[in-house]
């Protein structure tokens, strides 16, 4: 099983201000990683999936990148709506996993 | 409107059984895959089981092999999860989700439900 570490568990940032979380994986998955927001009591919504695209109506401020066994998401400068949970999933093999999340916090 | 509704949750002793349900609607359910995923209280994501658009293929966490078993009916638009020898590790909120691509087995999840609450208690 791929086991994905996120780091680190808790970020404390302010409103405009640049977040970098970074998600490491035990082997290569290639670039076979998407990224999640969770808020509480809500599902979890797709940011990015294949290391570095998009997914539909997501704001041009969420990118990823990376490739093998180290990823990073960067949300450009926060948005009040953007302090979340954040996980990191593989589909690199099966079992698919998650990362253990990072809850991004407002200073 | 695209949505996944989730039923059939609640609260049941350790080794008991439950059969959730996933209604889909909104989009061609028959061409894609359907995952299940859990949340317990207060914890990370577990993704638990996959079943392929037409239901040939199926793949399962470790975790529930052999005691959970995922299906579904496009004539009905529906996707299931049979949870059979429940234990209290098993309590925590199900989500359906929608595989993101046709093409690819199994992939990442674009769609999810809101989800509907197993409780494993005596």
């Known amino acids: 099983e791929i086991v994905l570490t996120q780091s680190p568990a808790t970020l404390s940032l302010s409103p405009g201000e640049r977040a970098t979380l970074s998600c490491r994986a035990s082997?290569?998955?290639?670039?076979?990683l998407a990224w999640y927001q969770q808020k509480p009591g809500q599902a979890p919504r797709l940011l990015i999936y294949?290391?570095?695209n998009r997914a539909t109506g997501i704001p041009a401020r969420f990118s990823g990148s990376g490739s093998g066994t180290d990823f990073t998401l960067t949300i450009s400068s926060l948005e009040p709506e953007d302090f979340a949970v954040y996980y990191c999933?593989?589909?690199?093999?099966?079992?698919?996993?998650f990362g253990q999340g990072t809850k991004l916090e407002i200073k | 409107q695209v949505q996944l509704v989730e039923s059939g949750g609640g609260v049941v002793q350790p080794g008991g059984s439950l059969r959730l349900s996933c209604a889909a609607s909104?989009?061609?359910?028959?061409?894609?895959?359907m995952h299940w995923v859990r949340q317990a209280p207060g914890k990370g994501l577990e993704w638990v089981a996959f079943?392929?658009?037409?239901?040939?293929?199926?793949y399962y966490a470790d975790s529930v092999k052999g005691r959970f078993t995922v299906s579904r009916d496009n004539s009905k638009n529906t996707l299931y999860l049979q949870m059979n020898s429940l234990r209290a590790e098993d309590t925590a909120v199900y989500y359906c989700?929608?595989?993101?691509?046709?093409?690819?087995?199994?992939?990442?999840?674009?769609?999810w439900g809101r989800g509907t609450l197993v409780t494993v208690s005596s």
């Open positions: 989700a929608k595989d993101r691509t046709t093409v690819v087995t199994g992939t990442y999840f674009d769609l």
């Open positions: 909104g989009f061609t359910f028959s061409t894609y895959g």
């Open positions: 079943i392929r658009y037409d239901g040939s293929n199926t």
């Open positions: 082997q290569s998955v290639s670039n076979y």
């Open positions: 294949d290391a570095s």
């Open positions: 999933q593989q589909r690199s093999n099966w079992p698919r996993t």
